[in-house]
């Protein structure tokens, strides 16, 4: 049985990953997350050990895994963007292989570091691109597979509300955060480059702490592209977000059956075959620029998405 320990696991998508320990008939051993509202260890590993304090968990992932005898096998990581750096260095520097949320991290460049860093170690790093399993974007992958030497228009529009609260938080400053595009965009715009190719050229209309929009032009597709943290932005009010992708006019919608995909990410990784640096560095490096581009007119507005 292998033996896991996690950080951020008083975190919003932390129960996600712990029921992806549990159903892939694995253990965890420690949990750590400076704040305390971690109940929900109770429906999954009620006798794992806990702490709050940063230094104690690192003092505990040390004593297990110092001399021959490793007791952890994987570091799993939720916690806040600009900490995933750090903790991945962590996991790796005492032998075990890192599981880490989206994104890795928030500057590419950190990329290469810890690629040496793996090689060092003899250990993996892998990351949660779960969107690659979702049913709908398997079938759509096997369909664009069959056909060649076509450029497709798309549309990928993502529209998940969120409160006051957001704003004062880590996730509400770029910073920490990496901004709309990386925090809430980051698996999307891995989507469309496993879906349409490499990134040639990328143009951003709007970015804001509200929405932000613009263009991608991939190797087999050009896509125009919206995310929205605004409520207001929802075509139907009885929904609470919106996923959705339009290939030649034509909807793919995949806001539904999300609930195992973590599992299935973890079963890969646990076979040796999950997504790793390599992988998520294209959408790295895109979320990197379009954080950091500046602002542009050229495009063509006659989509209401990119209206203002």
């Known amino acids: 049985m292998k033996k896991f320990v996690i950080t951020g696991v008083s975190g919003y998508v932390a129960p996600r990953h712990l029921k992806a320990i549990k159903e892939t008939d ?3 051993i420690a949990a750590f997350d400076p704040h305390d509202s971690a109940g929900i260890l109770d429906s999954y590993f009620p006798e794992a050990e806990y702490f709050n304090d940063y230094s104690r968990f690192e003092r505990y992932v040390s004593k297990q895994n110092t001399g021959e005898s490793k007791q952890i096998d994987y570091f799993s990581i939720c916690s806040p963007n600009y900490v995933h750096d750090t903790q991945i260095r962590l996991g790796l520097n005492y032998g075990c292989n890192v599981i880490c949320e989206k994104p890795l991290v928030l500057n590419p460049s950190n990329l ?24 709908s974007i398997v079938k759509l992958k096997e369909e664009l597979n069959q056909i060649s030497g076509k450029k ?16 004062y938080s880590w996730k509400g400053e770029d910073e920490k955060s990496g901004g709309l595009a990386t925090n809430i965009g980051i698996h999307l715009f891995d989507l469309l480059i496993y879906l349409f190719g490499n990134v040639k050229e990328s143009f951003v209309y709007r970015r804001d702490s509200q929405k932000a929009s613009g263009l991608i ?3 087999n597709a050009e896509v125009k592209w919206f995310l929205s943290i605004d409520k207001n932005d929802l075509p139907d009010s009885s929904k609470k977000s919106l996923r959705s992708i339009q290939i030649d006019g034509n909807e793919i919608e995949f806001s539904e059956g999300f609930t195992d995909l973590h599992t299935k990410v973890y079963w890969e990784i646990l076979k040796g075959n999950g997504p790793g640096i390599e992988q998520a560095r ?8 379009i954080r950091f581009s500046e602002l542009t007119n050229n495009l063509d507005l006659s989509h209401p998405l990119l209206k203002v």
């Not at 497709?152 to 704003?167: A, D, E, H």
């Not at 294209?282 to 620029?289: F, G, L, M, N």
């Open 26 to 28: 694995c253990d965890l």
């Open 112 to 135: 290469d570091l810890l690629s040496i860093l793996e090689e060092k170690s003899g250990k993996k790093v892998f990351t949660i691109l779960q969107l690659r399993y979702h049913p």
């Open 152 to 167: 497709y228009q798309v549309t990928l529009t993502y529209i998940t509300p969120r409160g006051k609260w957001y704003y």
């Open 217 to 219: 032009i991939l190797n």
């Open 282 to 289: 294209p959408s790295i490096e895109t979320v990197y620029k």
